[in-house]
């Protein structure tokens, strides 16, 4: 039988129920245990495709084409497994389906209410992962901080579940924040009222991971224990870490996983975590250190860029370096001749994905730099498509070329709307997205990563390389290493006398994890060793 798991956050947002959930997996998935996850966004959004990256963070794809929240990636480089449309759902979706349901007349004329019609729908989707996949155990995360009141359907159809399925098969996982004062003091109220809120709606939490910045003392632990109801054995502390890939590891020596199996009566299971205490010991012990610049247009808000971000540290375990971002804001690279600032004790240059014009020709002007000064650079979506102008405008002698997404009036538009996006209006869930495979050409850099012919990677844009241009581009030294099976679309571009300049109109940080680390990010670290080490021996670095 299914066992479920409901995770929690209290007193604030941003409390680190997504490391949370992803780390329960793992330390279940490491026992051999089959593990399933769905994230819970208590907004009106039907999913998080249009939604600000700024506010919301990245927008995450998944392989099937959903537009979902960053906590599905952490859920899939922490299980190290391929999530679906399945594992995200929003208010906004529930409220949408159960209209649509009203409107066929699937109610029979019953009077629709927020119970039973929308906790129904709820529960139905979590239920329906444990039937469709088949596994042990499904995790369910509920977004925002409880009190909020968009959380209450949410909260009660979790509770309505756990008994349905009975609490021996349920178990209530509260994370909240233990507030330590400047003279080190914690303090444990914020939590005490938390739990008390949780108790309100009629759920007990039966495992507590106290967030905090110190180790929590027994009398905090006491406390807690006494006034909430809760074990000390089953109070945990979430120490605050630089390195969240060690997270499981610390979960595990404080028993997480084996309270957490004995209160839902799994069979109890050997460990199996090698491999990952492996990886965060490559993670934490680096051979080499060295530095990349990401030009992009969200680098205030770094969680817009969060796979892009864990994509390159697993390259680094690949290559056992530590690798650190310098952000780079693109609309401050506006001065040619004085770009060296920017890229000072640089190795790598990454520009990213993104939409719109603003910091457009900032990036253009990254790809222009690494290009003349032979840095290793790797673009994606959008920072392919920098490559491509700024390689169509000084190389291909095409002034002025751009993508009509910029500029419509461009005279050269090497970058165009894709034909099947022409007629749509709507923006959400109607970009080209999720998996489609890619054909590579041999002996290129793109083959020599990924070492076989087809490739499947996931996608998220509306503008394509226009190939009307493809013949002038590769008379003038752009190579197109990868394209869709009939050839119409290109999938990669290299600059072919560059050691390293590659450009994906994919997502390849999408399906890294890491345990494997993806093929582009790795070789990209890898060039950039090759190219710290260039340099060093020629005396340019330090």
Same mark, same amino acid.
């Given at each position: ?44 959004? *039907? #999913? ?21 929240? /960053? ?112 003279? %080190? ?35 905090? !632990?006491?406390?807690?224990?006494? /006034? ?27 028993? $997480? ?7 839902? %009566?799994?069979?109890? !299971? ?76 640089? #190795? ?69 709307? $894709?034909?099947?996006? !022409? ?53 003038? %030294? ?22 390293? $300049? ?25 060039? *950039? ?14």
């Amino acid at each position: 039988m299914t066992k479920y798991i409901f995770v929690t956050g209290g007193v604030i947002s941003g409390i680190g129920k997504g490391i949370t959930t992803a780390s329960l997996g793992r330390l279940l998935i490491n026992r051999g245990f089959k593990v399933n996850v769905v994230k819970i966004d208590p907004y009106l959004n *039907v #999913d998080a495709g249009v939604m600000n990256p700024f506010q919301h963070g990245e927008v995450f794809v998944t392989h099937d084409g959903a537009e979902t929240d /960053l906590d599905v990636g952490n859920y899939e480089r922490f299980f190290g497994v391929d999530l679906n449309q399945q594992s995200n759902f929003t208010t906004g979706s529930v409220y949408n389906e159960v209209i649509q349901k009203e409107r066929r007349g699937d109610y029979l004329g019953q009077t629709v209410q927020l119970i039973p019609h929308i906790t129904d729908e709820i529960k139905r989707r979590i239920y329906q992962i444990g039937k469709d996949t088949d596994v042990d155990v499904v995790i369910t995360e509920i977004g925002g901080t409880v009190g909020d009141f968009e959380m209450l359907p949410f909260i009660e159809a979790i509770r309505q579940m756990a008994m349905e399925v009975g609490r021996g098969d349920s178990l209530f996982l509260h994370v909240s924040l233990i507030y330590t004062l400047p003279n %080190g003091e914690s303090k444990s109220k914020p939590t005490q009222h938390s739990i008390r809120k949780l108790q309100e709606f009629g759920i007990h939490p039966d495992l507590l991971l106290c967030r905090t910045s110190q180790h929590l003392n027994d009398s905090v !632990r006491r406390k807690i224990s006494l /006034l909430c109801g809760i074990s000390e054995e089953f109070i945990l502390e979430g120490l605050d870490t630089k390195c969240v890939d060690e997270i499981p590891l610390n979960f595990e020596q404080q028993g $997480m996983g084996h309270l957490v199996s004995k209160k839902l %009566g799994l069979e109890r !299971r050997a460990t199996m975590d090698a491999e990952w205490i492996a990886m965060v010991d490559k993670l934490k012990n680096p051979k080499h250190t060295t530095n990349i610049a990401i030009v992009g247009k969200y680098t205030t808000g770094s969680d817009a860029y969060i796979s892009v971000q864990e994509a390159i540290k697993h390259g680094g375990i690949a290559n056992e370096a530590d690798v650190h971002i310098e952000w780079v804001e693109a609309e401050s690279l506006t001065d040619y001749p004085n770009i060296d600032k920017s890229f000072e004790n640089i #190795d790598g240059i990454l520009v990213p994905g993104g939409f719109g014009d603003r910091g457009i020709e900032g990036m253009i002007l990254a790809a222009k730099y690494a290009r003349e000064n032979r840095i290793p650079y790797f673009g994606l979506c959008l920072g392919m498509q920098c490559l491509v102008i700024e390689f169509a405008r000084h190389m291909a002698n095409l002034k002025n070329a751009n993508s009509t997404e910029v500029d419509e009036k461009t005279p050269y538009p090497v970058i165009d709307l $894709m034909l099947e996006q !022409r007629a749509i209006a709507d923006k959400g869930a109607t970009m080209r997205l999720g998996h489609y495979p890619c054909v590579l050409k041999e002996n290129t850099k793109s083959y020599a990563a990924y070492q076989q012919p087809i490739i499947l990677e996931r996608h998220r844009h509306r503008y394509e390389l226009n190939n009307d241009f493809r013949s002038q581009l590769t008379e003038a %030294g752009l190579a197109f290493s990868g394209v869709s099976p009939d050839g119409s679309l290109v999938e990669i571009a290299e600059v072919i006398d560059h050691p390293w $300049m590659v450009g994906s109109q994919f997502h390849p940080e999408f399906q890294s994890k890491p345990l494997t680390p993806h093929p582009l990010f790795r070789e990209f670290i890898a060039a *950039v060793l090759r190219y710290q080490q260039e340099k060093t021996e020629s005396g340019e670095g330090s």
